[in-house]
C-alpha cells in the first residue's frame, strides 16, 4: 500500500504594505474635528488610502473642505447619497462607526503619516515589478532603460504633497551662487487701511488706494502680454514698500526664474546682463542695493509645478496660522486642477475656492489667468470680460479683473512701443478705467506715469 505524498501547505499571500487601524483613524479624526481636514488636505492624499472605501470617503471630505463646506458625518453621507457612492462607503453605518476609531484627533498627522509612508511603498512595489519588465524584455538600448527606470522611480514619490518654500534671503542667496560675479511706508498702511496698494498712483486711484483685503483679483491677457511680469513687479513693490507678507504660488517658473525678474525689475540691470555678462561700475551699485531691498521681503516662494486645488488651501491656511499674510498670487490660475466632471466646473471648483480663500483669511488673493483665443479675431485684439479662458465662473467670483494688452505685440511699427494697457474691466466696490504703464523689455519690469517712490 503506497503512502500518498503529503500536499504541499498554501502559501499565505503577500499583500501590499497597509495599515487599515491608521486608514480608519485619519478618518475618526476629521469626524471628530473637522478642523483636521485642512491640516491632513497638504499630507494626505485620496490615493494613499488602501481600502478603497476609506479612499472615497476621505475624497468626500477633501471636497466638502475646498466647496467651504462644514466636514462632519451628515453632510458626508448626505455628499455620497449625492452622488449615488453611499453603498461603496460601506453604508451610512460604517461611515458613523469610524468615530469610534480613535479617541482623540490629537495625533491625526501622525496617522496621516502612517498611511502615507505604506503608500509611497506600495508604489515602489509598482515601480519595481515595472522596471524588472523594463530587464526581462530587453527591447531597450542600456541608456534609454536606465533613464526609463530613473523616471519610474523619481514617479514614486512625485505625488507626495510638499509644502516647501523658497525663502527671499535663502534663494537670493542661492541666486547670487548661480551668478558669481529706501524709502518705505509704516507696514500700518496695510494693516489699518485693509488695502494693498499697487504702487502704480493711477491703478491705485481707479481701485480707492489698492486690493482690498478678502478680494479675488484677476490679471489676465493672452500669452506675451506680461502677465507673470506685472504679477512679480506688484509682489516686489508691495513687499519693499509695504512690508506685505505674500505667497507666490509660481506653476510656471522656478524659484530662480522668478528671483532673477524680481533682482532685474528692482535694481534696473538688464536680465540678460544678470545672465553672465560683466557689470558696469554704477550696475554693481543698484544689483547690491536692490539685493539688500529684496532680501528683507517677507516673501515665500512655492515652486511647485503642480498644484490642486485642496494643497493650495491647505498651504495658505498653514501658513496664515503662523504669522499674517496679506497677498496670495497664483501663476497662473488655469495650472491649478480640482475635481469636476469637466473644466468648466473644475474651474468653477477653483474659482470659487480661491474667493472662499480671500475672504477666510482675509488676505488678497491675486490670479493671474489666460485669456481665450476669441481676442485674437478681433481687428483691436483688446481683451474684454467675455474673453476669460474656460469659465464664466471667473468673471463672476472675482471681485477685481484686470487685463493687459501691448498694441506692440500685434503692430510691431506702432508708436506706443513700449506701452502697455492695463484695463480695469470689473471692479466690485468701485469704479473701472484704463491705465497706460511703460514696460521695459530688458528688465521685464514696469513704471506708471506717476509710480509710489517713497516720498510722499
Known amino acids: 500500500m503506497s503512502i500518498p505524498a503529503p500536499r504541499p501547505l498554501p502559501v499565505p499571500e503577500r499583500l501590499p504594505p497597509h495599515n487599515t487601524d491608521a486608514e480608519t483613524a485619519v478618518l475618526g479624526s476629521v469626524l471628530l474635528d473637522r478642523e483636521v481636514i485642512g491640516r491632513l488636505s497638504g499630507q494626505l492624499a485620496a490615493r494613499d488610502f488602501y481600502q478603497d472605501r476609506h479612499a472615497l470617503i476621505y475624497q468626500t471630505m477633501l471636497d466638502l473642505d475646498a466647496r467651504g463646506e462644514p466636514v462632519d458625518y451628515l453632510t458626508i453621507i448626505t ?95 542661492t541666486y547670487m551662487e548661480q551668478f558669481q560675479t529706501t524709502s518705505e511706508r509704516d507696514r500700518s498702511v496695510i494693516e ?7 504702487t502704480y498712483r493711477d491703478v491705485d486711484r481707479i481701485l480707492g488706494g489698492g486690493f482690498a483685503r478678502g478680494d479675488l483679483v484677476l490679471l489676465a491677457g493672452r500669452p506675451g502680454m506680461g502677465k507673470s511680469s506685472l504679477g512679480l513687479e506688484i509682489i516686489t513693490r508691495a513687499a519693499i514698500a509695504f512690508r506685505a507678507p505674500t505667497v507666490l504660488f509660481s ?22 546682463v544678470l545672465d553672465g555678462a560683466v557689470l558696469l561700475p554704477g550696475q554693481e551699485r543698484a544689483l547690491g542695493t536692490a539685493l539688500g ?46 475635481e469636476g466632471e469637466n473644466r468648466v466646473a473644475e474651474m468653477g471648483q477653483i474659482s470659487r475656492g480661491l474667493k472662499a480663500l480671500a475672504r477666510d483669511h482675509n488676505v488678497v488673493v491675486l490670479a493671474l489667468s489666460q485669456l481665450s483665443r476669441a481676442v485674437e479675431q478681433r481687428a483691436d485684439k483688446i481683451p474684454v470680460l467675455s474673453d476669460l479662458r474656460e469659465s464664466g465662473s471667473l468673471e463672476q467670483d472675482a471681485d477685481v479683473v484686470l487685463m493687459l494688452h501691448r498694441e506692440e505685440y500685434y503692430k510691431p511699427q506702432t508708436d506706443r512701443v513700449g506701452v502697455v494697457d492695463l484695463y ?24 506708471g506715469l506717476e509710480t509710489f517712490d517713497g516720498s510722499s
Not at 498627522?109 to 530587453?138: C, H, K, P, W
Not at 489699518?192 to 499697487?198: G, N, R
Not at 488651501?313 to 497664483?330: E, F, G, K, M
Open 192 to 198: 489699518t487701511t485693509f488695502k494693498i496698494p499697487t
Open 293 to 338: 531691498r529684496l532680501a528683507e521681503c517677507d516673501v515665500l516662494i512655492s515652486e511647485a509645478p503642480t498644484l490642486s486645488l485642496a494643497q493650495l488651501r491647505s498651504q495658505v491656511r498653514r501658513r496664515a496660522a503662523r504669522s499674517d499674510l496679506a497677498l496670495v498670487v497664483v501663476d497662473h490660475i488655469q495650472l491649478v486642477s480640482a
Open 251 to 272: 506653476l510656471e517658473m522656478s524659484a530662480q526664474q522668478v528671483l532673477a525678474r524680481m533682482v532685474s525689475a528692482t535694481s534696473g540691470v538688464p536680465l540678460s
Open 424 to 447: 480695469v474691466r470689473k471692479h466690485r466696490n468701485g469704479r473701472t478705467g484704463d491705465v497706460a504703464l511703460i514696460w521695459n523689455g530688458e528688465t521685464t519690469g514696469f513704471r
Open 79 to 173: 455628499e455620497l447619497e449625492r452622488t449615488g457612492r453611499l453603498s461603496d462607503a460601506g453604508t451610512a453605518t460604517y461611515v458613523a462607526s469610524l468615530i469610534g476609531a480613535v479617541p482623540s484627533p490629537i495625533h491625526a498627522e501622525r496617522y496621516a503619516t502612517l498611511v502615507a509612508d505604506t503608500a509611497l511603498m506600495r508604489r515602489l512595489i509598482s515601480a519595481g515589478g515595472r522596471i524588472a519588465t523594463i530587464g526581462f524584455q530587453n527591447q531597450l538600448d542600456p541608456q534609454t532603460a536606465i533613464a526609463r527606470c530613473e523616471q519610474l522611480l523619481a514617479e514614486v514619490d512625485a505625488g507626495a504633497l510638499a509644502d516647501e518654500y523658497v525663502t527671499m534671503v535663502g534663494g537670493l542667496q
